[in-house]
Structure formats: structure tokens, C-alpha cells
Nanobody, 116 residues
Framework: QVQLVESGGGLVQPGGSLRLSCAAS????????MGWYRQAPEKQRELVAS???????NYADSVRGRFNISRDNAANTVYLQMNSLKPEDTAVYYC??????????WGQGTLVTVSL
């Protein structure tokens, strides 16, 4: 089973940028959708962005135009470039990977805090 490790979270001021990385323990070529969810305190986990095996992205309305998801199959890594960050983007961000059998694996999460 693939293991996912997120990195790149941290503290950033409003309007700033961060890039999250999700490194898989094996090739992601045959993995279907990969993406990012986030969970803020006392809120449900929500989709941020996902990308298909062919590279087609999908974004939540709240981040469209500010975030960009990309996938590097050679590096077994998915990235989330986050620009124009807002305080409401503060959350733990989780990477996921969906196998061809429909099984979903999650990473451990990385904390993003947007604050002065």
C-alpha cells in the first residue's frame, strides 16, 4: 500500500504563499485521483483540490484562482501551490491517493496557519 508524506506547511501572513508537497512511497503512475483536503478546527474535512491520473485538476470554489495543483509522476509527488492566502485557509491539509480499486489512502497532514 502506498504511504503518503506531506510537507511544506507553516505560518504565513495573509496574502502570502506556500507550496505543499505530498510524496508517495511508490510510483503514482497507476494511481487514479490524488489531491488535498483540509480540516479546520471544529469543521468537517473538505475538498481543496484534486488531480486525475491524466492531469486534469478540480478545485473547490473557495480556492479556484488562488491555488494550483500539479502532479509529477516521475517524482511520485503531488504539489499544491497556494497563493493569496487568507486566514480562512488555516487548517490541517491532508493528501490523498485513490487506487484503481477505489481504495483511498491518506497522509498524516500538515498544518497551515495564515495569520499576522
Amino acid at each position: 500500500q502506498v504511504q503518503l508524506v506531506e510537507s511544506g506547511g507553516g505560518l504565513v501572513q495573509p496574502g502570502g504563499s506556500l507550496r505543499l508537497s505530498c510524496a508517495a512511497s511508490r510510483s503514482i503512475v497507476r494511481i487514479n485521483d490524488m489531491g488535498w483536503y483540509r480540516q479546520a478546527p471544529e469543521k468537517q474535512r473538505e475538498l481543496v483540490a484534486s488531480i486525475t491520473s491524466s492531469g486534469r485538476p478540480n478545485y473547490a470554489d473557495s480556492v479556484r484562482g488562488r491555488f494550483n495543483i500539479s502532479r509529477d509522476n516521475a517524482a511520485n509527488t503531488v504539489y499544491l501551490q497556494m497563493n493569496s492566502l487568507k486566514p480562512e485557509d488555516t487548517a490541517v491539509y491532508y493528501c490523498h491517493a485513490d487506487s484503481s480499486l477505489g481504495l483511498r489512502r491518506w497522509g498524516q497532514g500538515t498544518l497551515v496557519t495564515v495569520s499576522l
